[in-house]
């Protein structure tokens, strides 16, 4: 299973950024999809991550700015991203697991990333 990436970009400080990652393959369900990010020098971190049921939870860092959204028919997920501070430039990554192929085949994916930079 892949996961494409895509929406990342220069904005500046209280601007607006929509991400988005497709996930293809022989899929057969999705259960987590997240989005994970990396500052350099810096470890990846959780950003948000949404259930197949649309449970969703946020880093601390992100709630009331950033929203996580998905769209089970087209298996893509979405981070709507409110507010950007410069504290929010990273290497965002997004992930997901599931079930995969007619042998039901257990998936973890990582997308492939997409830079944010926030200026000041």
């Known amino acids: 299973v892949q996961l494409q990436a895509s929406g990342g970009g220069l904005v500046q400080a209280g601007g607006s950024l929509r991400l988005s990652c497709a996930a293809s393959g022989k899929i057969i369900s999705i259960n987590d999809m997240g989005w994970y990010r990396q500052a350099p020098g810096q470890q990846r971190e959780l950003v948000a991550i949404?259930?197949?049921?649309?449970?969703?939870n946020y880093a601390d860092s992100v709630k009331g700015r950033f929203t996580i959204s998905r769209d089970n028919a087209k298996n893509t997920v979405y981070l709507q991203m409110n507010s950007l501070k410069p504290e929010d430039t990273a290497v965002y990554y997004c992930n997901a697991d599931g079930i995969f192929s007619s042998h039901y085949s257990i998936f973890h994916s990582w997308g492939q990333g997409t830079q944010v930079t926030v200026s000041s």
């Open positions: 949404i259930s197949s049921a649309g449970s969703t």
